[in-house]
């Protein structure tokens, strides 16, 4: 079965500490696809990245990169310089593998992420 | 393009009232479904379609209704509320994936329903 764990429930830093959201996942699949979502306090779900299983090369844009490391399962996610408008709550999502019909997506519990000012 | 639209954004109902949570998307998307998210247990899935009058149960179905008579609409009706269902409901849509690689998937801005 797909699972995805979010282990860190809430994290707070001060402005411009560099923080990494940590997302493990489990599948069966060889094939599938890894997200992150952000969802700001006034509650709507934001894309923020989509990687598929078959390119482990890290993302880097902005002040966003995220580490994908099949060998041990997981989609990191680093904000360098937090700014107070990174305030939200970050979700991973796995997807199920390719050829399907459907688009369901499998989501962590989410980390809630303060940052102070 | 209006992208994904839910109506109503807030909802109270009172325990065993009936509701339709409406979702319409103008994007021609085969592929719509439905979440809800409660603290702690991030967004899970309870219904989806893959086309007009194909549905499907996703991972926590009961207690909810869904039919897709048009590509446009995707409505959730809750029969006989519960405070369980206590809940912020999200509708998705995108194209299918019979070709390859991924099409992206659109969220509406949500419902937040209230069970008393």
């Known amino acids: 079965a797909q699972k995805v764990t979010q282990a860190q429930t809430e994290i707070s830093v001060v402005e411009k500490e560099d923080v990494t959201l940590d997302c493990v996942y489990e599948t069966r699949d060889t094939t599938y696809y890894l997200f992150w979502y952000k969802q700001p306090p006034s509650g709507e779900l934001v894309f923020l990245i989509r990687r598929n299983s078959f390119d482990e090369q890290n993302e880097i844009s902005g002040r966003y990169s995220w580490n994908f490391q099949k060998s041990t399962s997981s989609f990191n996610f680093t904000i360098t310089a937090s700014q107070v408008v990174d305030s939200a709550v970050y979700f991973c999502?796995?997807?199920?593998?390719?050829?399907?019909?459907?688009?369901?997506?499998?989501f962590g519990t989410g980390t809630l992420l303060a940052v102070q000012p | 393009n209006a992208g994904v639209t839910q109506t109503p954004k807030f909802q109270v109902l009172k325990t065993g009232q009936s509701m339709t949570l409406q979702c319409a998307q103008d994007m021609n998307h085969e592929y719509m479904s439905w979440y809800r998210q409660d603290p702690g247990m991030g967004l899970r899935l309870i219904h989806y379609?893959?086309?007009?009058?194909?549905?499907d149960q996703g991972e926590v179905p009961n207690g909810y209704n869904v039919s897709r008579s048009t590509t446009e609409d995707f409505p959730l009706r809750l029969l006989s509320a519960a405070p369980s269902q206590t809940s912020v409901y999200f509708c998705?849509?995108?194209?299918?994936?019979?070709?390859?690689?991924?099409?992206?998937?659109?969220f509406g801005p949500g419902t937040r329903l209230t069970v008393l």
């Open positions: 379609s893959v086309g007009a009058g194909i549905t």
């Open positions: 999502a796995l997807s199920e593998p390719y050829g399907g019909a459907t688009n369901k997506l499998i």
């Open positions: 998705a849509s995108s194209y299918t994936r019979y070709s390859s690689g991924y099409n992206e998937q659109f």
